[in-house]
């Protein structure tokens, strides 16, 4: 196969053969028609960036190792240099192999003994998964092909047990773990699996695949909005913690929520989906609602945090993906109907803001009355981990707690329910539906979106302009997120005939 590279339809990558895995639709697209493909998002890319920071520092674990050609793709001429440079028996990065149609570049291609290799496969995660063990036997099958003598397999993750002291200390970061065995074992699965992606990539058109849950496991699909976008609004996919019946439904030619059957078998709270679409009523339990307002003592102070958490542990004391809260907004309001008064925090310089972070809201939050949240699981998550690092403001945080109330409770119990919010309880949901009022105005919507900006703006190169111009749409998405908890409480005090 001199000339080809990496796209030509006979060169299954690494790459394509996971989208073999997932979707055959995917993998073909991938093939014939790349442009028809999405391109990442800002958070998918920088999930990749931040694979190849780890992939990167895990190179530190092989010293005298040599990267093989960087930044080329063209599979001959790396194919070419990975054989030079493997009679130099270093160990090399980014070696490529072409077997029987397949071409894969391995992580690190480490030297045992006087004629044998380990290959590594870097993940940037705290644990293993299936998919995992499937690219590396495909790598596997790539390298015995090629004629290079395997000795073990191994994938290298994150030691979510590390905590950060100093600079980082590389071998306690990762773990690594001998999946020869489990690398075995999925030989003739990985030989299947390939003949089964050639097959499709031979195919004249595209195949067609019934939707289904691969659509959003392990992420979402980047077909999943083109697959999906003849669906109907308020079809059967968004059916409350229902997906797979959904996909019966679907497949039994029921598209639409209303559609579905008195004898449907639906869930207490799917049938009451279907009640309000058909209605257009929201469904309402006002003594319920009563209930839970009732818990509301003033002054109600309103919070939301934003955090980021990255692989490498970017301060002391910090563990893999260890949350870091850099921004919070607080609205407080003293009774029912006053002006709000707001305060609001967003961390500035390159240090640990946990610190000034805790010290801003111990000052902004009043010292009694109720504390509102939404999912305040995380919120209080993010106080409990705080206070390990702090342990000054424990006892705070201890008597905090007990003062929170999760705004998300009426929405996940269906005491209220509008059609609208199309089977999710979310705040993103929930605020337009109740209110008619949401996000779309905003340059950031949404908490991944927050913490890259405030990633990108705080560590990397960027003018004084274009910082300020991001710092400036934080602060308005956290803070319509705690002013549109008091407008969905309003909400739901206008359902119960309160207001």
């Given at each position: 196969m001199s000339g080809a590279?990496?796209?030509?339809?006979?060169?299954?990558?690494?790459?394509?053969?996971?989208?073999?895995?997932?979707?055959?639709?995917?993998?073909?697209?991938?093939?014939?028609?790349?442009?028809?493909?999405?391109?990442?998002?800002?958070?998918?890319?920088?999930?990749?960036?931040?694979?190849?920071?780890?992939?990167?520092?895990?190179?530190?674990?092989?010293?005298?190792?040599?990267?093989?050609?960087?930044?080329?793709?063209?599979?001959?001429?790396?194919?070419e240099a990975t054989q030079r440079l493997l009679q130099l028996r270093r160990p090399l990065f980014e070696a490529g192999f072409l077997y029987e149609g397949t071409f894969a570049r391995v992580d690190i291609l480490h030297p045992v003994g006087s004629d044998a290799w380990d290959v590594y496969e870097v993940k940037g995660?705290?644990?293993?998964?299936?998919?995992?063990?499937?690219?590396?036997?495909?790598?596997?099958?790539?390298?015995?092909?090629?004629?290079?003598?395997?000795?073990?397999?191994?994938?290298?993750?994150?030691?979510?047990?590390?905590?950060r002291s100093g600079p980082i200390d590389v071998p306690r970061l990762f773990v690594k773990a001998d999946c020869t065995q489990r690398v075995s074992m999925h030989a003739q699965r990985v030989e299947q699996w390939t003949d089964d992606a050639h097959s499709v990539i031979k195919r004249p058109a595209c195949p067609e695949v019934v939707m289904?849950?691969?659509?959003?496991?392990?992420?979402?699909?980047?077909?999943?909005?083109?697959?999906?976008?003849?669906?109907?609004?308020?079809?059967?996919?968004?059916?409350?913690?229902?997906?797979?019946?959904?996909?019966?439904?679907?497949?039994?030619?029921?598209?639409?929520?209303?559609?579905?059957?008195?004898?449907?078998?639906?869930?207490?709270?799917?049938?009451?989906?279907?009640?309000?679409?058909?209605?257009?009523?929201?469904?309402?339990?006002?003594?319920?609602?009563?209930?839970?307002l009732r818990q509301l003592a003033p002054p109600i102070a309103f919070v939301d945090f934003e955090t980021f958490s990255t692989g490498v542990p970017r301060f002391d004391g910090l563990k893999p993906y260890q949350r870091v809260p850099f921004q919070f907004s607080l609205h407080t309001?003293?009774?029912?109907?006053?002006?709000?008064?707001?305060?609001?925090?967003?961390?500035?310089?390159?240090?640990?803001?946990?610190?000034?972070?805790?010290?801003?809201?111990?000052?902004?939050?009043?010292?009694a009355g109720s504390i509102v949240a939404y999912n305040a699981v995380f919120e209080l998550g993010v106080l409990t981990e705080c206070a390990e690092a702090l342990p000054q403001y424990e006892n705070w945080v201890r008597n905090l707690k007990r003062r929170f109330i999760d705004l998300l409770q009426p929405f996940r119990s269906f005491a209220y329910y509008h059609h609208a919010q199309r089977g999710s309880a979310s705040m993103k949901s929930v605020l337009p539906a109740i209110t008619g009022r949401g996000y779309e105005d905003l340059a950031i919507r949404d908490g991944e979106t927050a913490s890259i900006e405030f990633l990108r703006v705080t560590f990397g190169q960027v003018t004084p302009e274009e910082r300020q111009r991001v710092r400036s749409h934080l602060l308005r998405y956290c803070g319509l997120d705690t002013l549109g908890m008091i407008q969905i409480v309003e909400g739901l005090r206008k359902a119960i005939g309160e207001n």
């Open positions: 590279n990496q796209h030509d339809l006979q060169v299954l990558s690494k790459s394509a053969f996971v989208a073999a895995l997932r979707c055959p639709k995917l993998v073909w697209k991938f093939f014939h028609a790349p442009e028809g493909l999405p391109k990442p998002d800002q958070v998918t890319q920088a999930r990749f960036e931040g694979g190849h920071e780890l992939g990167r520092l895990a190179r530190a674990l092989f010293a005298d190792g040599i990267e093989v050609m960087p930044q080329c793709c063209a599979v001959d001429l790396v194919q995660c705290a644990s293993l998964e299936e998919s995992h063990i499937a690219e590396l036997a495909f790598e596997a099958r790539a390298l015995a092909g090629a004629g290079v003598r395997l000795h073990r397999c191994w994938l290298v993750y994150l030691n979510d047990e590390y905590v289904g849950v691969q659509c959003d496991q392990p992420n979402v699909c980047p077909l999943r909005g083109k697959c999906w976008n003849c669906l109907p609004n308020y079809n059967v996919t968004e059916l409350y913690r229902g997906k797979r019946k959904g996909f019966r439904l679907l497949q039994s030619g029921v598209e639409r929520i209303y559609e579905i059957p008195e004898n449907g078998s639906l869930t207490a709270r799917q049938a009451i989906q279907r009640k309000t679409i058909r209605t257009g009523i929201p469904h309402v339990e006002p003594e319920t609602i009563k209930a839970f309001l003293s009774e029912s109907g006053a002006t709000p008064e707001h305060c609001e925090f967003l961390a500035e310089g390159t240090l640990d803001p946990r610190r000034e972070f805790m010290e801003k809201l111990q000052d902004a939050i009043p010292e």
